[in-house]
């Protein structure tokens, strides 16, 4: 049986993360799991879960609330005629392909190898995001053939290392191919979709050691910390949405991205042992 008192401190800590989460999702537009793989990581870690799998937890129990958060998000963004289908339809299958291809190498990885490689791309992410302008171009529109081919696994390859939907990535890609961002923002929703859940379907078959995983999981998926961080972001998410509109959210962006950094900074410390 679950130690009780482990499990409210879990609780307690995982309903903040939740509503933090949400509110920072809809304030900023960022996805969760660039929030929730770090805070699941120092979670897991405080607790005493501080095994060589720790990281594939923590990205696994991540893509897991994205399942719920994506389909969500892409069935409201299509209501409003938003998602462009023909960019998922392209670049779907390949995206797909790389997701399987980060499962089958996260599973074979260290927790410290991929604490470093979180390090690295949020590094670079939260540079984006403090440092990019919106009139960046790479070209007019999306690739295709050839470029696309090797292009698209990237996306699912990356993003499930981190943990991530398809946010972090999608957005900046599609914009610097000319997508209006609110276009690129809804068919990114459609890219989390497409990568969380076969990466999903492969964490649940991860054998990780009963003494080193949390209470309630299974495969490398926290089932508390899933359940409680689909409905705080569920909860929070909308408060997140208000706010952006009543305060002008681009400050607080480079705040993020500030932030982000010292959290890549961090990780990459752990990662190295210092």
């Not at 095994?51 to 893509?63: K, Y």
Request: with cysteine.
């Amino acid at each position: 049986m679950p130690d009780t008192m482990l499990l409210l401190q879990m609780l307690v800590l995982l309903l903040v993360i939740g509503g933090f989460a949400g509110v920072l999702a809809g304030l900023l537009g960022v996805g969760g799991g660039i929030v929730l793989v770090p805070a699941f990581f120092y979670t897991f870690q405080t607790l005493g879960y501080d095994g060589p799998q720790l990281m594939q937890m923590c990205l696994a129990t991540s893509l897991a609330t994205i399942i719920v958060t994506s389909i969500r998000s892409v069935l409201s963004h299509n209501r409003k005629g938003a998602v462009d289908w023909s960019i998922l339809r392209g670049w779907g299958p390949g995206i797909a392909a790389g997701a399987v291809l980060g499962v089958l190498a996260a599973s074979s990885l260290r927790s410290e190898v991929l604490q470093a490689v979180f390090g690295v791309l949020a590094l670079g992410i939260g540079l984006y995001l403090g440092l990019g302008r919106s009139d960046w171009r790479l070209g007019d529109a999306m690739p295709t053939g050839l470029r696309r081919a090797a292009m698209s696994p990237s996306v699912g390859f990356l993003s499930v290392l981190m943990g991530i939907g398809g946010g972090s990535f999608g957005v900046p890609l599609m914009s610097l191919y000319n997508t209006p961002i609110h276009r690129a923002v809804a068919t990114a929703a459609g890219f989390g979709v497409i990568i969380a859940v076969p990466s999903v379907a492969g964490f649940l078959l991860l054998q990780v050691d009963p003494a080193q995983r949390p209470p309630l999981t299974v495969g490398a998926v926290n089932v508390v910390a899933f359940l409680v961080v689909v409905a705080m972001t569920t909860i929070t998410a909308p408060w997140g949405v208000k706010l952006a509109h009543a305060m002008d959210p681009r400050p607080l962006k480079r705040v993020f991205a500030l932030f982000l950094i010292l959290v890549a900074l961090n990780m990459l410390r752990k990662a190295l042992g210092w």
